[in-house]
């Protein structure tokens, strides 16, 4: 698959063995097999303004699977199985998997599939904040959708040792880091975080999607997209504005260093003004908005794509700059404790560095 570099052998030999345009059988004969080994997610329900389904991108499920720790002998909970192609990957890593899914019709279809690989991981309907009791307590549980709260029946059914990962929404904005946890005396606390972004756990398909989205497509297609809880305080004049500075030209700004570190997008987004935040759709970059829609700018690896006026790039690179002052995070420098009062959680969270 090209772009995507896996350091553990187990898991380079787990995507080899599994095709994945099993998993998403329209998208392939609509796009072709060579656009299935994209280093992309592929949308299977639902669309980018409200997505309900999807295969995550390869290099994030690549990377949540390394963090994981998994052993041959593991007991294994996914919440989340969509398309059913993580739970193939995870059934030649695991002695046992079951994958939670809400939707019944996304279930069957991912049950189909893994049978037709030959995969033993089992697929039941149901809501994946209540985890799977029949078969706890489990070594793992992977989630494969976003929330801002840890449910406590994952904590319930997680082992004495076992690791939860999860990808966190972190404040008002949307911003999310997908962390592995352990347990701790009352709660949990982080191990490991991986800067990425998932679609939402939801609770039925009639639940709006909880982030404002605001795009424009042509021939069916998105030309441009984005989403952000800061979008839906906008002005109506402001949006429109927004809309129209953000198909307007495009201008590079250099970033004043290079860096490929995925920490720079997560600090960054989890730094910025939850009333500027907004997220690029697809390719999911972090981006600066001026509230009166005239200025819009996202962070690329090596450079910013700024519209409209400058104001939006200048709030972006004082927080790229912020990154580099302070020794330049990783991933790892961010931690995360939860604690549970009753049955509700809460999450902090702190930079080390
Ligand atoms: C990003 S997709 C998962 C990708 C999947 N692991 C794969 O390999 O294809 C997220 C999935 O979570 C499911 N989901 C959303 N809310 C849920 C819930 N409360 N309980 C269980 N599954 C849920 C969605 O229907 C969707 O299929």
Redesign the pocket.
């Known amino acids: 698959m090209r772009e995507l570099s896996i350091e553990d052998g187990r898991i380079r030999d787990a995507f080899l063995a599994v095709p994945r345009e099993l998993?998403?059988p329209e998208f392939a004969a609509r796009e072709g097999v060579a656009a299935v080994y994209r280093n992309e997610?592929i949308l299977?329900?639902g669309d980018l303004r409200r997505?309900?389904?999807?295969?995550?991108q390869p290099t994030i499920?690549a990377r949540m699977l390394e963090r994981l720790e998994l052993e041959e002998d593991m007991n294994v909970l996914?919440?989340?199985?969509?398309?059913?192609?993580?739970?193939?990957?995870l059934s030649l890593l695991a002695r046992r998997v079951v994958?939670?899914?809400?939707?019944h019709r996304?279930?069957v279809g991912?049950r189909a599939a893994l049978r037709r690989g030959g995969h033993r991981a089992r697929v039941v309907t149901?809501?994946?904040?209540?985890g799977f009791a029949a078969r706890a307590p489990y070594d793992r549980i992977?989630v494969?959708?976003s929330?801002d709260v840890v449910p406590r029946a994952w904590r319930t059914q997680l082992a004495e040792g076992g690791l939860l990962e999860v990808p966190l929404r972190l404040d008002a904005s949307g911003a999310q880091a997908v962390v592995v946890f352990e347990k701790s005396a009352d709660g949990f606390r982080s191990r490991a975080v991986i800067a990425g972004g998932?679609?939402?756990?939801?609770?039925g398909d009639d639940e709006v999607s909880p982030t404002p989205f605001l795009g424009a497509s042509a021939d069916g297609r998105l030309i441009r997209g984005l989403s952000g809880s800061s979008l839906g305080t906008l002005t109506a004049q402001a949006k429109r504005r927004l809309l129209a500075t953000a198909l307007g030209e495009e201008r590079r700004v250099p970033l004043p260093f290079r860096s490929r570190s995925p920490a720079l997008g997560l600090f960054v987004g989890l730094t910025l003004s939850p009333s500027r935040h907004v997220m690029s759709v697809p390719g999911f970059r972090v981006g600066a908005i001026a509230r009166d829609g005239r200025s819009l700018a996202l962070l690329a690896p090596s450079s910013v794509h700024s519209f409209g006026d400058d104001r939006a790039t200048e709030i972006l690179l004082r927080r790229v700059e912020d990154w580099d002052r302070r020794g330049r995070p990783a991933e790892s420098d961010l931690h995360l404790r939860v604690s549970y009062a009753g049955e509700r959680s809460s999450i902090r969270r702190q930079w080390r560095r």
């Open positions: 998993f998403v997610a299977t329900r997505p309900l389904s999807s295969s995550s499920m996914e919440v989340g199985a969509g398309t059913g192609y993580n739970a193939a990957l994958s939670v899914e809400l939707d996304t279930a991912a149901g809501e994946g904040r209540l992977i494969t959708a929330t998932f679609m939402p756990l939801r609770t």
